[in-house]
């Protein structure tokens, strides 16, 4: 089976960014979607992508950025599509934010969005599907050949604990703390497609791998595939889909900065004939739980005979090493945001720390919507 790979010129960025519709009086999420994407025709409807789209609930806007050059330029891309949403949203006493759960509310009150694949994903995975009341960010790359795809992949898969640590958000699961840092990759990670990249060989093995899944029924298409970090042909990116949903615009930046400085370097790792690293699969396995369970403060596998370091000591390390690439990319500013998450706190610990100093989960959903207005963490 071949799989065309739309190869990118360059190392270009898209970004997805899922939303929640919130009440401002009463906190519920709204199942008002529909409306309001019928309020936004310019941006909602038309051929291709556009800016603002549905997802699986009713409850849910993802806002999509073109095809962008650099973090400034995606942005500014979502900053505009964003502003225009808030103005919808005002009259009708509503706002946005975003976070990898909802903190309050049940996905057993959710309505379903009116589009077809969605139903049928409802009918095919029942009760794994009806539950995802979650929401992430993901960011695609653009790698310059298929050839570089795969090996790009495997070397992501060694910082899935750095994606979701630094954007872990929903401590929170119908209104119970769940004592983990992202409730969401646990509830996403259910369906049978979903989870670590399995770590392959090279692009044939990628095309094996999906030709078997299709003949066994398992998935209908490569859409299906729903990998914390995959390739997209169509796209000619590799899609980072670790993210959990991202609060402000700032740590937004920060996530996009970070995808394309990896992936330009690993880019040119290989065009020097360096072989990028593949680390061993339990290990990707184990420390993405450990993420999931203690966020920052997880100690992560570095080789495979167990060896460990604080994830802090090693995003400190990381943000180092990528400095030149990012100057390069333009975004060191944006990358920066790593060390302020790591000064001032992931959203897991900024919404804790309210409920902590004696704030309800209602607060918390106040701050989340501040924090989506400002663009800053702290809503300052």
């Known amino acids: 089976m071949a799989i065309d790979f739309n190869a990118s ?79 919808v949203l005002e009259p009708r006493k509503a706002a ?59 070397a992501l898969a060694g910082y899935l604990p750095h994606f979701l640590a630094l954007t872990a958000s929903s401590p929170y699961w119908s209104g119970h703390d769940t004592g983990l840092a992202s409730s969401r990759s646990i509830v996403f990670g259910a369906l049978p497609t979903s989870g670590p990249p399995p770590l392959l060989d090279d692009w044939t093995a990628f095309e094996e791998y999906m030709e078997t899944l299709l003949r066994a029924g398992t998935i209908a298409s490569i859409k299906e595939v729903w990998w914390d970090v995959r390739p997209h042909p169509d796209y000619g990116t590799i899609e980072i889909r670790m993210f959990d949903g991202i609060p402000t615009l700032r740590e937004v930046g920060m996530a996009a900065a970070l995808s394309q400085s990896l992936v330009r370097l690993f880019d040119q790792q290989i065009d020097r004939g360096y072989g990028l690293p593949r680390p061993p699969a339990w290990v990707v396995t184990d420390n993405k739980w450990r993420a999931t369970r203690y966020g920052l403060d997880a100690r992560v596998i570095t080789d495979g005979r167990g060896s460990t370091v604080p994830l802090r000591d090693d995003l400190y390390e990381l943000v180092r090493e990528l400095g030149p690439v990012a100057a390069r990319l333009g975004c ?49």
């Open 96 to 154: 946005a934010m975003c976070a990898g759960t909802h903190p309050v509310d049940d996905w057993r009150d959710q309505t379903l969005a009116p589009v077809q694949r969605y139903g049928e994903l409802i009918e095919q995975m029942q009760w794994l599907a009806r539950r995802i009341l979650t929401f992430g960010v993901h960011v695609h790359v653009g790698v310059r050949s298929k050839e570089k795809a795969v090996p790009i992949v495997n």
């Open 332 to 380: 060191a500013e944006e990358l920066d945001a790593v060390s302020e998450v790591l000064d001032k706190g992931a959203s897991y610990e900024r919404q804790r720390a309210i409920v902590r100093e004696g704030g309800t989960l209602n607060d918390v959903v106040d701050a989340l919507a501040e924090e989506f207005r400002t663009g800053t963490p702290g809503g300052g």
């Open 9 to 87: 010129d360059r190392t270009t960025l898209g970004v997805e960014w899922e939303l929640q519709l919130v009440d401002v009086r009463t906190r519920h999420l709204r199942q008002e979607a529909q409306q309001v994407l019928a309020d936004l025709p310019d941006l909602s409807r038309g051929p291709g992508r556009p800016p603002l789209r549905h997802e699986l609930m009713q409850c849910t806007v993802e806002v999509v950025t073109g095809v962008c050059e650099t973090v400034e330029e995606a942005m500014a891309d979502l900053q505009g599509s964003a502003d225009r949403l808030r103005a």
